[in-house]
T-cell receptor, first 116, second 114 residues
Framework: GAVVSQHPSRVICKSGTSVKIECRSL??????MFWYRQFPKQSLMLMAT?????????EQGVEKDKFLINHASLTLSTLTVTSAHPEDSSFYIC????????????FGPGTRLTVT | EDKVVQSPLSLVVHEGDTVTLNCSYE??????LLWYKQEKKAPTFLFML????IEKKSGRLSSILDKKELFSILNITATQTGDSAIYLC??????????????FGKGTLLTVNP
């Protein structure tokens, strides 16, 4: 149990376009989802936390108008990178929590974004 | 400022060696400390520690938490080449808001040579 999927696993887009990444909890209801970014040879950095049905809480330094997060249901959260630039190229990972009597986060497999 | 510091940043050993990875932290409202293994994809969960002094063990891996001194260690005995990976330490904490979050250390890159 506790499987989280992400789609797509890899995406290449042109500078100035927008890209949407989906994160789904497949076998549990995720009351909270987290979005992380990982640049090469660096650790995971939390971008934002989203609770189902409410606005996401962004970490300091993360532009909420550039990284749009929607957590419209208990099994789906989306991250849209708007007007992507090459410096947005990174590995984006989501995690989800919400199992009863557990606050463990379950990670998705990640999405490799390359902006050309 | 909340921070998680791992050491060493990288380590090269031979198969069969025992390694100890360190993680120290300073955070607000600590809840748990977690260890992950990351190869060329998302991290995979190893351990969650919430209580001091209680060793968690899984095969050749073990970990313990010291909440007084604010650190944890991850031990790997009889290392194998398949243990080569980045080992991430993360601390779950609440910085005064309603949500708990994970702050990750930079990781320790372990290379096990045959």
């Amino acid at each position: 149990g506790a499987v989280v999927s992400q789609h797509p696993s890899r995406v290449i887009c042109k500078s100035g376009t927008s890209v949407k990444i989906e994160c789904r909890s497949l076998d549990f209801q995720a009351t909270t989802m987290f979005w992380y970014r990982q640049f090469p040879k660096q650790s995971l950095m939390l971008m934002a936390t989203s609770n189902e049905g409410s606005k996401a809480t962004y970490e300091q330094g993360v532009e909420k108008d550039k990284f749009l997060i929607n957590h419209a249901s208990l099994t789906l959260s989306t991250l849209t990178v708007t007007s992507a630039h090459p410096e947005d190229s990174s590995f984006y990972i989501c995690s989800a929590s919400g199992l009863p009597e557990s606050y463990e986060q379950y990670f998705g497999p990640g999405t490799r974004l390359t902006v050309t | 400022e909340d921070k998680v510091v791992q050491s060493p940043l990288s380590l090269v050993v031979h198969e069969g060696d025992t390694v100890t990875l360190n993680c120290s932290y300073e955070v607000t409202n600590f809840r748990s400390l977690l260890w992950y293994k990351q190869e060329k994809k998302a991290p995979t969960f190893l351990f969650m520690l919430t209580s001091s002094g209680i060793e968690k063990k899984s095969g050749r891996l073990s970990s313990i938490l010291d909440k007084k001194e604010l650190f944890s260690i991850l031990n790997i005995t009889a290392t194998q080449t398949g243990d080569s990976a980045i080992y991430l330490c993360a601390v779950e904490h609440n910085s005064g808001g309603s949500n708990y979050k994970l702050t990750f250390g930079k990781g320790t890159l372990l290379t096990v040579n045959p």
